[in-house]
């Protein structure tokens, strides 16, 4: 069956990089995602990458995908305290089906 | 504006009562999802609907009841069968299966 896993924290001090690392199983993902999730708060959409790209930059997010490991990665740049959240690494297949990981939890110290 | 809602944001009961969650978008998405969220734990699907009046269980259905009556609507009722049901639900919707999920805020249920 499907599996997404994370890391469950991250902690980075402010301006640094930070690196939030995601694996999968099925082969048949078409679509990865990131989503962020503040306290309390549902989930936003940060970004996506099609199972075809290897990489997608958008502005401080930077992600990068290898199909062959099955590994999914988010760069945040220049992380800011207001990055400070948990971090959802989502796969879906043709299926339409959408399986999240347990979410990486990113603390940014001043 | 589009959005997605959910209400209300607390929502507080008795054990043995049945609740219903209200989740509503205007976005025009045909599918519409709900999910459990425990702390420390990711998303599980309870159910999905892909068209109006079409529905289908996800990962943990057992205890909850949906209906999907019209295209912006997806309440979801938590029955006194479900043994645990103190816990953050999401809903989320897209465009078809294919799309990305937009969620709600949320709502917070606490049964004691």
């Known amino acids: 069956g499907e599996d997404v896993e994370q890391s469950l924290f991250l902690s980075v001090r402010e301006g640094d990089s930070s690196v939030i690392n995601c694996t999968y199983t099925d082969s048949s993902s078409t679509y990865l995602y990131w989503y962020k999730q503040e306290p309390g708060a549902g989930l936003q959409l940060l970004t996506y990458i099609f199972s075809n790209m290897d990489m997608k930059q958008d502005q401080r997010l930077t992600v990068l995908l290898n199909k062959k490991d099955k590994h999914l990665s988010l760069r945040i740049a220049d992380t800011q305290t207001g990055d400070s959240a948990i971090y959802f690494c989502a796969e879906r297949t043709n299926a339409g089906k959408s399986t999240f990981g347990d979410g990486t939890t990113l603390t940014v110290k001043p | 504006d589009g959005g997605i809602t959910q209400s209300p944001k607390y929502l507080f009961r008795k054990e043995g009562q049945n609740v219903t969650l209200s989740c509503e978008q205007n976005?025009?998405?045909?599918?519409m999802y709900w999910y459990r969220q425990d702390p420390g734990q990711g998303l599980r699907l309870i159910y999905y609907s892909q068209i109006v009046n079409d529905f289908q269980k996800g990962d943990i259905a057992e205890g909850y009841s949906v209906s999907r009556e019209k295209k912006e609507s997806f309440p979801l009722t938590v029955t006194s069968a479900q043994k645990n049901p103190t816990a953050f639900y999401l809903c989320a919707s897209s465009f078809g299966t294919s799309g990305e999920q937009y969620f709600g805020p949320g709502t917070r249920l606490t049964v004691t």
């Open positions: 976005l025009n998405h045909d599918a």
